[in-house]
């Protein structure tokens, strides 16, 4: 199996364009839900926080990279200086 070199650009906009489903099957059990909602919160605030840094601290390139996002995917709504996080 060969490899292939994937440079910092390419590992960047897959990161920023992943997103997380809920499983197909719930499970039975609430905890198990709300557990399941809050690692997918988890992840999309981790990109969030990337987006972030790429727009504060990366050059031109890097800020541009911060607007990838994949078709779907949640985003955080604004309110003040604030972002929130809404459940659907």
């Known amino acids: 199996m060969a490899k292939k070199r994937l440079g910092i650009k390419a590992c960047v906009e897959a990161f920023l364009e992943t997103t997380i489903h809920p499983p197909e099957k719930e499970p039975k059990q609430e905890y198990r839900r709300r ?3 809050a690692e997918i919160r ?3 605030k981790a990109q969030e926080h990337f987006r972030g840094l790429l ?3 990366g050059t031109r ?3 541009a990279l911060a607007s990838r996002r994949a078709e779907g995917q ?3 709504t604004r309110v003040g200086k604030s972002l ?3 459940d659907s």
Do not use: D, V
């Open 55 to 57: 727009e504060l601290n």
């Open 61 to 63: 390139e890097a800020a």
């Open 74 to 76: 949640i985003q955080p």
């Open 84 to 86: 929130l996080w809404m």
């Open 42 to 44: 988890g992840f999309n």
């Open 35 to 37: 557990e399941n909602a």
